[in-house]
T-cell receptor, first 115, second 115 residues
Framework: GAGVSQSPSNKVTEKGKDVELRCDPISGHTALYWYRQSLGQGLEFLIY????????KSGLPSDRFSAERTGGSVSTLTIQRTQQEDSAVYLCASSFTGRSTDTQYFGPGTRLTVL | AQKITQTQPGMFVQEKEAVTLDCTYD???????LFWYKQPSSGEMIFLIY??????QNATEGRYSLNFQKARKSANLVISASQLGDSALYFC????????????FGKGTRLHILP
């Protein structure tokens, strides 16, 4: 079956502009996660959606970051007034449930470059 | 304190040799899951293997096995008969039952397989 997909694969933007990153999780997966990976670094958790529950936003680095998940499926991560330090690869993952034993499957990522 | 520690930032291994990637973790939660992911130069995160804290046997998946030493809080990845295609960044990760909304990643080990 289809895996997690993300779009765009690459995004170059100017400082101060807003960007939207999209994630399509695996069909039937109730949990969806956003991570950020800076060059040569590990993954930094951003936000987590589980079913219809309120999302866990504890990882969002500032109020310029927001995310929504419509209809329990597709998610959009929005970064307002982008800064150069926002440049990173943004990875989306989904899992069947949010249980600790569930494997997260990752999308290919969106590489964001802020000039 | 770091939750996941990978002490080897980089490793060079001759093709066909076995390789062990180290991972230690820190948790007080009795229920947790341990994961290994591979990230090749293409950037995608590929799930390799999973070990549950209550699993009696070490997990194995093809050439991958997880050397789980619970008392030492160690979850090393062993790759047998390494191949050139194994060259990648490898991440150890953990999910805890009491914090099952996010997965915590180590900083990764970059493995280079030499011909």
């Amino acid at each position: 079956g289809a895996g997690v997909s993300q779009s765009p694969s690459n995004k170059v933007t100017e400082k101060g502009k807003d960007v939207e990153l999209r994630c399509d999780p695996i069909s039937g997966h109730t949990a969806l996660y956003w991570y950020r990976q800076s060059l040569g670094q590990g993954l930094e958790f951003l936000i987590y959606f589980q079913g219809n529950s309120a999302p866990d936003k504890s990882g969002l680095p500032s109020d310029r970051f927001s995310a929504e998940r419509t209809g329990g499926s597709v998610s959009t991560l929005t970064i307002q007034r982008t800064q150069q330090e926002d440049s990173a690869v943004y990875l989306c993952a989904s899992s069947f449930t949010g249980r600790s034993t569930d494997t997260q499957y990752f999308g290919p990522g969106t590489r964001l470059t802020v000039l | 304190a770091q939750k996941i520690t990978q002490t080897q930032p980089g490793m060079f291994v001759q093709e066909k040799e076995a390789v062990t990637l180290d991972c230690t973790y820190d948790t007080s939660d009795p229920s947790y899951g341990l994961f290994w992911y591979k990230q090749p130069s293409s950037g995608e995160m590929i799930f390799l293997i999973y070990q549950g804290s209550y699993d009696q046997q070490n997990a194995t998946e093809g050439r991958y096995s997880l050397n789980f030493q619970k008392a030492r809080k160690s979850a090393n990845l062993v790759i047998s008969a390494s191949q050139l295609g194994d060259s990648a960044l490898y991440f150890c990760a953990m999910r805890e039952r009491d914090r099952d909304d996010k997965i915590i990643f180590g900083k990764g080990t970059r493995l280079h397989i030499l011909p």
